[in-house]
């Protein structure tokens, strides 16, 4: 399975318009790749919080359109990163894209853990409540994004949804890189599963970006790791050593916290 992560610099002197035709030519680069993925919030930048309600798109918006026919074009599984979605019924959302390669809709996932404390995304957007995985041919995707990467429970969760490549869009800060790198190889561990982390690279809304998108396999070993620059990531992976890593080192048989009661007998 060939995984291509396009770490994109977020100009903050380029137009959304223009961001978005540059992105697609990209994604169509990408043909012969089996995934790709894209970082969060690109459109914006995730720091933009002054842009969010202005920029914000209905979930089949223009970036919706464009990504579904890039994912066509190039005939990949394209994990599309996040927009700020507006729902006409609700608050603005952070949402992540999926798309099959005939450009069909695969998913959408609502970002559940916003960052910000009291400010920013945290009282800009609200939180999703689902959790997202979507069956590839070759295995199945459990969907987070950005500082989502912090909270463990959640990729548990996904585990025992079935996931086995977790896949993580974000726009980290620079100034946290090690925890972002830290933070992949420790989720990749525990959950015994791949990870695939793309995030964005420049600078935004005066925030320097991290980029050193990273992908970690299921014994923490790094497998590729990009530079600060935009890029363009391709690694192939072994779907199967999911499954022989769980196998040859069953710790996810032996847990005992945050699993359901057995039964009274």
């Known amino acids: 399975m060939r995984a291509s992560l396009i770490q994109i610099d977020v100009n903050e002197n380029e137009s959304v318009e223009a961001r978005r035709r540059r992105v697609t030519a990209l994604v169509r680069e990408q043909a012969g790749a089996d995934l790709v993925v894209l970082p969060e919030l690109w459109t914006t930048g995730a720091f933009a919080y002054e842009e969010f309600a202005t920029e914000a798109e209905p979930l089949e918006g223009p970036t919706f359109e464009a990504m579904a026919k890039a994912a066509s074009d190039a005939g990949v599984w394209l994990h599309a990163g996040s927009i700020p979605e507006r729902d006409p019924e609700g608050p603005l959302y952070n949402t992540a894209l999926v798309f099959s390669p ?22 800009l957007m609200g939180a999703g409540q689902d959790l997202v995985t979507v069956r590839l041919p070759e295995t199945t995707l459990g ?27 974000a726009g980290w800060p620079e100034r946290r890189r090690a925890h972002w790198t830290l933070l992949a190889k420790a989720r990749a561990v525990e959950n015994q599963a791949f990870v695939l982390a793309c ?25 590729a790791e990009g530079g600060a620059g935009e890029q363009v ?7 199967a050593r999911v499954a022989a890593t769980r196998e040859q080192f069953p710790a996810l048989k032996d847990r005992l916290l945050g699993l359901a009661p057995p039964a009274r007998r």
Request: aromatic share 8%; glycine share 12%; with cysteine.
């Open 102 to 123: 005939s450009g069909e809709p695969a998913a959408a996932y609502r970002k559940i853990h916003r960052f910000g404390f009291d400010k920013g995304e945290a009282v």
């Open 143 to 169: 969907v987070a994004t950005c500082y989502d990467l912090r909270f463990p429970e959640l990729f548990r969760a996904l585990v025992d949804a079935g996931a086995e490549t977790m896949v993580v869009s």
């Open 199 to 223: 995030g964005t690279a420049g600078t935004h809304a005066g925030v320097p970006q991290a980029g050193h998108s990273i992908v970690v396999d299921p014994w923490g070993e790094v497998l």
């Open 233 to 239: 990531l391709t690694v192939d992976l072994d779907p």
